[in-house]
């Protein structure tokens, strides 16, 4: 769950800003996401090797 505490003095579009920030970091709406339709684990680890090779590119591109 995520929340925010809110200060007395604090405008309130401050605190929006900051609780869709800690909202977005923390993952909720893209495990949403995830879950909202049926992945076949042949396309899951397919999907898990691509990845890893466009990792495995953009560090060997940030290393030379």
Not at 43 to 54: D, E, I, P, S, T
């Amino acid at each position: 769950m995520v929340g925010i505490v809110v200060s007395e003095n604090e405008p309130i579009d401050r605190a929006i800003k900051r609780f869709k920030k800690k909202y977005e970091r923390s993952g909720v709406l893209k495990e949403f996401k995830k879950r909202a339709y049926f992945t076949k684990p042949s396309v899951k680890k397919r999907m898990k090797k691509v990845k890893a090779v466009r990792r495995a590119q953009r560090n060997l591109a940030e290393q030379t």
